[in-house]
């Protein structure tokens, strides 16, 4: 398969996939063989699940398709009996008073080592790859990112995140091979209920 064949691919099926849909810290959906272009991603040694799972607000991101327009975009974790974990992924279009998007979907961990890499299905069959590159001790903010380095998403447990944390996190990306310039800040409401649906 050459580069152009597999961008088609890729590009195919996230609009196949999230065409016309915001969403808020959304797993990336791709066919594979990317991450073999690229060296190898690091990612958190540890991640407790139970205290992952909630509600997080998204701060930044590289820019996407799937989640153009969107503002107030927020994810919520929550563990299902079977062991996977549910995903409501959440934004309101053009503005935090816009018209409210939800998708649903469900990601398994696929590194029980970690926990840190999980695959998210929104639409079987297909899947996207959610990895945790980096999370705050106390489990206030997180990294997200994939193999390709095409996606990243910093997220915190509220609407803002103090200044010198994001300027911490914004330090430690070169070093996982991604560009902080590429990042695009995320429009919050000031009050948190009103991003809530």
Not at 116 to 138: E, M
Request: charged letters at 20%.
């Amino acid at each position: 398969m050459n580069a152009l064949t597999l961008k088609f691919r890729v590009d195919r099926t996230v609009f196949r996939c999230y065409a016309g849909v915001g969403l808020a810290a959304a797993a990336v959906v791709l066919t594979g063989g990317c991450s073999a272009l690229h060296p190898p991603l690091p990612v958190v040694q540890q991640v407790d699940l139970a205290r992952y799972t909630g509600k997080w607000y998204e701060i930044a991101r590289y820019p996407n398709t799937f989640e153009r327009g969107c503002t107030a975009a927020t994810a919520d974790y929550a563990q299902l009996e079977d062991g996977r974990i549910e995903v409501v992924n959440t934004c309101r279009e053009g503005s935090v008073d816009g018209e409210i998007k939800t998708i649903r979907g469900t990601a398994r961990v696929v590194d029980k080592d970690t926990n840190a890499k999980l695959k998210v299905t929104f639409f079987w069959p297909f899947a996207g790859d959610y990895w945790i590159l980096a999370l705050g001790d106390d489990y206030q903010w997180a990294v997200v990112g994939e193999p390709s380095r095409s996606y990243l998403w910093i997220l915190s447990r509220t609407p803002t995140l103090d200044e010198d944390v994001y300027q911490d996190i914004l330090s430690r990306l070169p070093a996982l091979g991604y560009d902080p310039a590429l990042l695009e800040k995320t429009v919050q409401p000031l009050d948190a209920s009103a991003a809530a649906p």
